[in-house]
């Protein structure tokens, strides 16, 4: 156990029914800048999680059947006190999760707007009329699912969690929360200081925390307990595959998040000065731990070497350090783990004949903005999500070979285009095989009125907006019969 505290938060337990509840056990949260202890956390127990879960349930009939407005206000309350707070978060973010302070800006300005988002909602409930052979009145209308499990990942803890749970709230279910056991206050128990003051009825939001000794029983008991209707979970591919079988064993509605492995497409026609700016943001922001960082540059070989060198120029200028302070761009990444895992994708790489363009060297739980090229599909780097600062260039002829090079993935989150034909971009988009695809931008865009989401192996289903219901509601489908219906006469 570690003594030594960085600017702690008061950690006042789990959040269980409307109430702060101790655990028998705790944790160590460290700050992944200089592994110093950040907080300790409640390690919670399979028997907290059924309590939580059992405080959902109790919650349930009372905020489904609240009048949409009210929990319409109830959530842009939420949004308030959350603005109100941004600072506390900001902090949480930077401190705990190891993030530059602008990320921190720029998440909690976002989470603001899931919540107005997600208040409207529920003003969009909507269901449809259909036509009916036996002239019925024949409805498929919407309804909440009851108990919502989220897991969400640490990466934006402030973005993912909320996208997580704020559109089920809306739709009238109530919630248990398992945020990451890397940003167990920013990603979970800040949540519910949140929705606590914003006056959200007891047992509408339980936050239970965990380590990752603790998460395998926790996790399924959340996934398992019959009173859990839906799970929605952000994370790993690895973690989301075996989230999505039990919860598809158990027969129950799961969106899933998962991992990518996005290219960024330059074409010899591009702005090669915006696309540099463009690529250096995609790559590095974050330390490139965003799902959607950009991790393969396929760049036309008639503008390569002009391209990396305006890219190269730029990305040689960010600092990497403490982030404390703010002149530090790149932090560290999440804990030490993590640290060695992309070193040794990097390692990997070099070893059977990457060239280094830039950077390549770590300390701690640093790594330096590195570019690789010279690469192969016998590396690693090729196939694996990297999630770190770290992105590969590799030149391609002409638009199949770009094609190839995007689609020669697992993943299928998002791809970017850069050039002034803005035909033969939709021309291209329409071949690339993700969710998402970016003309003339880097790879990372998120906004909380739009169907966020990929295929292949980067997720099931979508979070955002209107596409947000079909995720946390069920359809019945109902009739009314008005006295027309003939049956055989022999009955
Ligand atoms: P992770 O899969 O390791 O953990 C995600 C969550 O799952 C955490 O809360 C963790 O505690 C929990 N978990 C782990 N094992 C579990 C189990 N057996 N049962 C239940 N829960 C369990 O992922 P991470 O390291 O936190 O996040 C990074 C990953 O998330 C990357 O792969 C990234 O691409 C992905 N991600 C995807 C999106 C998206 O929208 N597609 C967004 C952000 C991050």
Known sequence: MLDKVSASPAIRGLYIGGRWVPAQRSFDDLNPSDNTLYARVPDGSRDDMTRAIEAAHAAFPEWSQRPFQERAKALLKVADVWERRKDEFIDAVVNEGGGWFGKGIFEAGFVAEIFRTSASLCYQSIGEVLPSEHGKVSMATRWPLGVVGVISPWNMPGILTSRGYA??????????LKPSEDTPYSGGLYHAEILEEAGIPAGVFNVVTCSRESVGEVGDELIEHPLVKGISFTGSTAVGRHIAA????????????????????????????????????GSFMHQGQVCMSTEKLLVHDSVYDDFMQKFLGRAAKLKTGHTRDRDNVIGPLVNTRQAHRVKALIDDAVSKGAHVELGGRSWDNFVEPTVLSNVNSSMDIWHDE???????????RNDDEAVALNNDTEYGLT??????DEARALRLAGRLETGMVHVNDQNINDEPQVPFGGVKASGVGRYGGRWS???????RWITLERGGRHYPPVF
């Open 246 to 281: 039990k919860a598809g064993a158990h027969l129950k509605k799961c969106c899933v998040e998962l991992g990518g492995k996005d290219s960024m497409i330059v074409l010899e026609d591009a702005d090669l000065d915006q696309a540099a700016l463009a690529a250096n943001f």
């Open 167 to 176: 559109a089920a709230l809306a739709a009238g279910n109530t919630v248990v």
């Open 415 to 420: 791809a970017a285009v850069w050039t002034a």
């Open 386 to 396: 990297t999630f770190g600062p770290v992105v590969v260039v590799c030149p391609f």
């Open 469 to 475: 219901l079909d995720a946390f509601t069920e359809l």
